[in-house]
């Protein structure tokens, strides 16, 4: 399991320039940790004492039934149903997440090094205890467990959610809406559009700098009548040692 005392750094995407090109070409992928405590990811060992953690697979797959994918796409519908059920998370939004991630590619590295499928940053995937962020079951779980994280956050607001899904989640309690990035804006209307079929997140929408105002409440008068008897009242009566508070 990837240990957040371990330093993770922009090697990791050195290390798969090949292997996560997209292509038919495909290789066994290993892992070793060099001499100063970096975990390196690689598909060809060069002497290192490694570890094989994934074994490129031949066997035929079939086409996602979630959304319409391009060629080579392996069909990860079980990994997603099982996180699914686990996680209370609508199935087809953990697809359209995948696809807006990764595209389906469980190689795939990110320039700031998000890793697999569900673009896992190297201490989120340490967070969610995730061992092997590029083995597609570890991945979708722990994905998906971040996500439902984050909507326990947002008091389920998926807008929201999505949005520190892909910014942070203090970026989004910055602004207290989605971000002015437009990276993030455009990731949120990607994930909706593919989840719901449609728009349904309006990216023009300024975020909010304020909290919303309040709306006024009435007046409420004190009376004391004739007889002693203290009166609240919300109506302004005509009436002596009236006091508005």
């Known amino acids: 399991m990837l240990r957040s ?22 290789s ?3 892992r070793y940790t060099d001499e100063s405590g970096v975990v390196c990811y690689t598909d060809a060992p060069f002497g290192k004492k490694t570890d094989l953690i994934l074994r490129e697979s031949h066997s035929d797959v079939k086409p996602s039934l979630a959304l319409k994918q391009p060629p080579g796409w392996t069909d990860y519908s079980h990994y997603v149903q099982k996180a699914a059920s686990k996680y209370d998370i609508d199935s087809a939004l953990i697809h359209a997440v995948i696809k807006t991630e990764s595209n389906g590619n469980h190689r795939a590295v990110s320039k700031k090094g998000a890793i697999g499928l569900m673009q896992l ?19 979708i779980d722990g994905g ?8 326990e956050k947002f008091n389920g607001d998926l807008t929201l959610a999505l949005a520190a899904y892909n910014a942070g989640p203090k970026t989004v309690e ?19 559009s593919l989840y719901k079929g449609r728009q349904s997140y309006d990216t023009s929408a300024a975020p909010r700098s304020e909290p919303p ?15 002693g008897t203290v009166l609240f009242t919300n109506s302004a009566l005509s009436k002596p040692n009236k006091l508005r508070f």
């Open 5 to 26: 005392s371990m330093r993770i750094t922009a090697v990791i995407s050195a290390c798969f320039l090949v292997c996560c090109l997209t292509g038919t070409a495909m």
């Open 28 to 30: 066994d992928i290993y």
């Open 121 to 139: 940053m190297p201490t989120t995937a340490s967070d969610m205890h995730v061992g092997n962020p590029f083995n597609p079951e570890e991945n």
């Open 144 to 151: 998906t467990k971040y996500l439902r994280v984050m909507l």
């Open 174 to 192: 910055k602004y207290r809406s989605v971000p002015p990035i437009s990276e993030t804006r455009d990731y949120v209307k990607r994930v909706y």
């Open 213 to 227: 105002t309040q709306s006024k409440q009435p007046a409420i008068y004190r009376v004391t009548l004739e007889d």
